[in-house]
């Protein structure tokens, strides 16, 4: 397939129609829900953080494209929590200045924020397993935090968070008609990769990465997912874009965006794909970004 994203999503609903029910449950063990309870290692996306040359600049960007409700810090998108629909969960996207220092000692231009559970237990863990630890655990109100190193030196931040602060503070304020679908990024062995992560971090990976699964913040009955995948350095599915990630966002009415973009001197790269389980489309960033969109067919329906 020409699409990574369109092969998974396909294989879930293939198996959740059609399939039987062994190779169904075999699939469900691949999917990591985002929760809110103690469970040891990481279970959900808490922020995507990306280097640009104007950070004030990219937010209007993204709100006036994609929507993004922005605020000082990028934006936060909302989704409910899987195993209890009446909690709200929160992924962080933030873009930052090239010359920050946060995401030290990595050379990478973007970082990753997971969702942990039992963060306490993990840095013990990491410990015993020689783990790169980059700091201590620091607690706020909003959760605790600790900085690690994956083995292709990507930063990595793990958040245990508390999400009823974010709700009492930014009510109305979150994005939740545009959702991330995905987290691409380059890997000089992504099979190595995806071991060490299902070893240290308690990923469920298969052939792909991970497949994070949640609920819809405005349907909360509608599963979402998000899709995290290492890809070899020698990738071209990131051209015609030089940057070491790619994100995909989940929109509405593809067609209509498509339009309004065009209208607003937005690159598109190519023409609508139509699918069974969504439509996609690819275009290009402020600043050079390949960007993926993808109109599930959920979102069709609903």
């Known amino acids: 397939m020409r699409r990574l994203i369109y092969l998974l999503i396909s294989t879930v609903i293939f198996y959740g129609c059609n399939g039987p029910a062994d190779k169904l449950n075999e699939k ?8 809110s309870t103690n469970n040891y290692g990481v279970t959900g996306i808490g922020g995507i953080f990306f280097k640009c040359d104007n950070t004030d600049e990219t937010k ?18 909302e989704f409910r929590l899987a195993e209890n629909t009446e909690k709200s969960g929160y992924l962080q996207w933030s873009p930052f200045s090239n010359k920050t220092t946060y995401f030290e000692p ?12 039992n963060i306490e237990e993990l840095f013990k863990q990491f410990k015993v397993d020689g783990v790169t630890i980059l700091d201590t655990i620091e607690s706020y109100e909003y959760g605790k935090f600790l900085h690690i190193l994956d083995p292709e030196n990507n930063k990595i931040e793990l ?16 994005t939740i008609k545009t959702g991330i679908g995905g987290i691409l990024f ?15 971090m308690g990923f469920k ?28 350095d020698t990738t071209e599915y990131f051209s015609p874009s030089e940057q070491q990630y790619m994100i995909n966002y989940r ?12 209208n607003n001197g937005v690159v598109i790269l190519d023409a ?10 690819h275009i290009m960033g402020p600043e050079g970004n390949k960007i993926e969109l993808w109109e599930s067919s959920n979102q069709k329906e609903n």
């Open 28 to 35: 469900s063990r691949n999917i990591s829900e985002m929760k």
């Open 106 to 117: 990595s050379e990478k231009d973007f970082m990753i924020n997971y969702r942990v559970g």
């Open 205 to 232: 990976t298969d052939e792909y990465g991970t497949l994070f699964s949640f609920q819809n913040p405005i349907n909360p009955s509608e599963t979402n997912y998000l899709q995290w995948s290492p890809m070899p």
């Open 251 to 262: 929109v509405d009415n593809l067609e209509t965006l498509i339009d309004t973009l065009k």
């Open 272 to 281: 609508i794909e139509y699918t069974s389980y969504g439509n996609f489309v």
């Open 60 to 77: 209007k960007w993204y709100t006036k494209n994609l929507n993004l409700v922005t605020n000082e810090y990028g934006s936060l998108f």
């Open 186 to 200: 380059k890997s000089k062995n992504p099979e190595d990769l995806k071991e060490w992560y299902k070893n240290n």
């Open 159 to 174: 958040w245990e968070p508390i999400d009823t602060i974010f709700t009492d503070l930014y009510i109305g304020k979150t």
